[in-house]
């Protein structure tokens, strides 16, 4: 089902409630917008100061990893817990997709040559899965195959076969970026150059939402709902669920990345502000 269209109307709410900030560089005056939490949500920080964070990944144990997006070796994975930030690996080039399973991270570089990378979690060591195009979303599909997006203009979806082969499951994609599989294997994807969320199932390829501003990473809620994050400034936090989409947050600076917690809680990479922001419900 394709929600409605005529979203984008709607975002000039973010643009509320204005903070101006002054450039000590240039002496220019920036409006940047204010966090516009939706009815019923509330937002928190749970890290700052986190330059360039992308993509989120939560251990059962309460282990927070993240991304930083940076580049020419300056990039890293971190680890964080209880307010303490410490770098887990270093010297990547611009990581960017991040995906934990059992005792292992894989990365995607966002460059080029990008490689997937499989990082063992009780150590550091490092094995080169596959060197691709501007590697970004990543998931695992039911086999235990990864499955990769390439955000380029003519991007694919491939499969990373077991043996070290790839295989294209879609091309022609136009700069696909976060994907998601849900337990039945059907495929979400964020197709950022066409502002749609596309889901691919039995080869069959149909639009899920449209009429979005650069949605970029994508996850599914333990209730099924699909969680969505516009990477513009302003952006929005969005949740999608039987037909409905809702803003949960706008007004965010350039939000990318999605992990859930216990009792409900989201967190969410806010790049722009180079934060974690920790969201939950608003109690009645």
Known sequence: MTAATGQRARRAAAWLLPLVWFSAHAGSVETVPAIQPGKGWRFGVFQANLTEVDNLALAPDGMMYATQEL????????????????????????????????????????????????????GSKQQVLATLHNPEGIDVLRNGDLVVAEDSVNGRLVQLHKNGTVETIIAGLNRPEGIAVTKDGAIYIAETGTGRVLVYKNGTLNTVVDDLDEPDQIEIAPDGALWITEDTKPGRLLRFKDGALETVMAGLLAPQGIAFGPNGTVYVAEQGRHRILSITRVEN
Do not use: C, M, W
């Open 71 to 122: 580049a020419r070796g300056a990039g890293r994975v971190v680890r964080i817990q209880q307010g303490r930030v410490e770098a887990f690996v270093s010297e990547l080039n611009r990581p960017d997709g991040l995906l934990l399973r059992g005792k292992h991270l894989y990365v995607t570089e966002e460059v080029s040559e990008g490689r997937v990378l499989k990082i063992e979690i009780g």
